[in-house]
């Protein structure tokens, strides 16, 4: 006989509760390995949202590196990344406080400022920092990094800010004479990615110009470094590879001396290449598939050198991410996928001395993101370390993890053992209690073919009452160039435990599906992201998964424009929850941050001479459209999509009379980081959604500021 309670969809208990999905969260971002040590940030919603560093030597022992109250993080392109850098047990980091580099030595020293004081507040700001020790570039040890100038003549002089590429003395002497800063780099509209070579004779860096962004038309570019006067001059700069229609990423210099990186050149996939002799570029290891992904942030790496001679590489494919390996020598041969039971892997790298082969960031169906150790496996598929070596704790085809149907298609190239480098949060629930991701594809318009990962209802102490189906979620990926990723985390879990179907949609204008794929959103947002959100719903509202007059829809930036483009141009949804997403595209063409401020000549045109595109493709100039409840969700600090879109879409809800709830955070950016936040956020939109479809929560949960209920 059966112990479940039988329960309406929606109202299901769940111990997932919204301080679940905070408390000891530590969300990682970059890692990277110096010497026998390894490194890696963390975001802690609980300390406000911090980015914290993390050393973790080899005998395992981990060590919190940054003073109290200190955050690693940078405002470059306002969406940051690629904060700091480490070398020999030094580490360089972009204090967000004011956004000037600071140097932290081992020993537990007081952080000593790197960058110059601008004149303004985060007038400088930096990124994509490397170490060049001393004996390189000169007696002095350097810096070089990306550095953003919001200074008043900068802006002043360009219209805008200026990215430019520098070279700044370690020993922090540019702090207090601004003129030993060295400006190797000036000219394009952006600027990432400075990789030295080995020796130190050149740098290799890529560039991009207004209106491209860097998943467009990029440039690789080679330049040789003089040394005059103690200090680093580049000199004969080439472009090695890019240019119209080829989007070039993470060039990184092979032990060998050859530069490698990642390029959709072959296809329109991002694979990988290097320069040959004579300055020619090869296509290696020739996948259908992604190394590589859109460069929101700075740090990205996909790809490594291992010990071995061969590379590791994040490779994705049909919405799944596999660990790969790939043989520099068999040029030919596609990289090979390891067993390892992970759906998601991003930040991989060569591992410390004496330790595991490779490390990453790394998540699965029953497994949040964490940094991980892993063991290569050799040609014939054996694990390089031996496994009973008690380094490699956990071979996770061995756990109790349900993975459902996932990989069964995949061929591997030999099982990876897998050693958890930080202790996992504390539990909630048990994996049971998991909705396992399910890629799906589906029918949209014009004949296309959209995907999705869904996530079924999952609660092992309740039932539904026969007959009934599920209300549905879909959820819209940020970008919009971007892409929904299959692993586990508690925020779906919080809907799925309490009887929501969830479907995150990868429209066209995704990544991870190629070039083609990716451009299907030119001149089409607000259009082709709408349609695939539209097909998802009803495709599984006509296959009976779920209850289709339930149909709701969420999303977050870009998302939140195509949700609340969805609820202005069509009648598909009962609800839609927008979270700091664009109400009015003319308002953010002319008030947004240098790096998305040509993003949507792209995607709509170009402003203002397609004016009229802009307003017609607006939801805030359809409100009277709008016909459901509405929730919206808004950090008032947001560069990216300033609060006033928000406003307006609110004040359009209430003028019509139509139920809305409004919640606005002081403090908060593009995405909310700190606890409180996010759990009433979280809390608010459940009430929200209870409200609509007529379940009452079992959570305890406060009404939010809103009406119309």
């Not at 990423?249 to 990642?262: E, H, I, K």
């Not at 992604?290 to 790809?303: D, K, L, M, N, S």
């Not at 006033?644 to 409004?662: D, F, H, T």
């Not at 002081?666 to 959604?689: K, S």
Request: charged share 20%; proline share 8%.
């Amino acid at each position: 006989m059966s112990t479940q309670t039988e329960l309406p969809y929606g109202s299901w208990p769940s111990p997932i509760t919204a301080e679940a999905l905070v408390v000891g969260a530590a969300s990682p971002g970059e890692v990277r390995v110096d010497g026998r040590d390894v490194w890696w940030s963390e975001s802690r919603p609980s300390e406000g949202g911090r980015e914290q560093l993390v050393r973790r030597g080899p005998d395992g022992a981990r060590v919190d590196v940054l003073p109290e109250g200190v955050s690693a993080r940078t405002r470059v392109h306002e969406y940051g990344g690629g904060a700091w850098a480490v070398r020999d047990g030094v580490v360089v980091y972009a204090n967000w406080a004011d956004q000037r580099l600071h140097r932290l030595d081992p020993g537990g020293a007081d952080p000593v400022p790197v960058a110059p004081e601008p004149s303004v507040a985060h007038g400088w700001r930096y990124a994509d920092a490397e170490i060049v020790p001393a004996g390189v570039w000169g007696e002095r040890a350097w810096v070089v990094a990306v550095r953003e100038s919001h200074e008043p003549a900068a802006v002043e002089a360009h219209g805008e800010a200026v990215n430019e590429l520098v070279a700044l003395p370690l020993d922090g002497g540019a702090a207090d004479d601004p003129a030993q800063v060295r400006v190797l780099v000036t000219g394009p509209d952006f600027v990432s990615s400075p990789r030295v070579a080995p020796g130190g004779t050149a740098l290799a860096w890529t560039q991009w110009n207004h209106p491209d962004m860097p998943w467009d038309a990029t440039e690789l570019v080679v330049a040789r470094v003089d040394i005059v006067d103690g200090a680093p001059e580049l000199t004969g700069a080439e472009v090695m590879a890019g240019g119209p229609g080829e989007s070039v990423l993470q060039p990184a210099w092979a032990p060998d001396g050859s530069l490698w990186f990642s390029s959709d050149r072959r296809d329109g996939w991002w694979n990988l290449h290097r320069v040959g002799a004579g300055g020619q570029v090869e296509v290696v290891a020739p996948v259908d598939g992604e190394i590589g992904g859109p460069q929101w942030v700075f740090g990205q790496r996909q790809f490594a050198f291992l010990a071995d001679g061969r590379v590791a590489c994040a490779l994705a494919s049909d919405g799944l991410y596999d660990l790969a390996l790939v043989d520099p020598s068999r040029p030919e041969q596609p990289p090979q996928a390891m067993v390892t039971g992970l759906t998601w892997v991003d930040q991989v790298a060569a591992g410390p001395e004496g330790g595991a082969d490779i490390v990453l960031i790394g998540a699965g169906p029953a497994e949040e993101a964490e940094p991980l150790g892993i063991s290569v496996p050799d040609e014939h598929g054996r694990p390089v370390t031996d496994e009973s070596d008690p380094v490699f704790d956990r071979d996770i085809d061995d756990t109790e993890t349900d993975l459902g149907d996932l990989g069964e298609e995949r061929e591997g190239g030999g099982h990876a053992l897998l050693e958890r480098l930080r202790p996992a949060r504390a539990a909630v629930v048990t994996p049971d209690w998991f909705s396992i991701p399910e890629p799906i594809s589906f029918p949209s318009a014009d004949g296309r073919t959209a995907y999705g990962i869904l996530y079924r209802p999952r609660n092992p102490g309740v039932r539904a009452p026969a007959g009934t189906l599920p209300p549905l979620l879909v959820t819209i990926h940020g970008g919009p160039t971007s892409m929904a990723r299959a692993m586990l985390t508690l925020d779906v879990q919080y809907w799925t435990t309490r009887g929501f179907a969830l479907v995150s949609v990868n429209y066209g204008g995704s990544t991870g599906y190629g070039r083609p794929y990716r451009e299907l959103l030119n001149d089409a947002w607000g259009v082709v992201d709408v349609e695939d959100c539209d097909a998802a719903a009803r495709h599984l509202a006509a296959t009976g998964v779920v209850d289709p007059g339930r149909l709701a829809i969420r999303g977050g930036s870009a998302g939140g424009f195509t949700t609340l483009a969805a609820l202005a141009f069509g009648d598909t949804f009962a609800a839609g929850a927008n979270h700091f997403g664009v109400a009015d595209l003319a308002a953010l063409a002319r008030d947004t941050h240098k790096f998305e401020s040509r993003y949507l000549d792209g995607l709509v045109g170009p402003y203002p001479e397609a004016a009229d595109r802009y307003k017609e493709l607006s939801p805030i100039n359809h409100t009277d459209d709008l016909t459901c409840p509405l929730a919206v969700f808004q950090g008032l600090e947001d560069k990216v999509v300033p609060p006033a879109q928000s406003e307006m879409i609110v004040e359009a809800v209430k003028a019509k009379g139509l139920p809305y709830v409004y919640l606005a955070f002081e403090g908060e950016q593009h995405g909310f980081r700190r606890a409180e936040n996010i759990i009433r956020t979280r809390e608010a939109e459940l009430w929200f959604f209870g409200k609509v479809f007529g379940f009452d929560p079992a959570d305890a949960v406060e009404a939010p500021p809103g009406g119309g209920f």
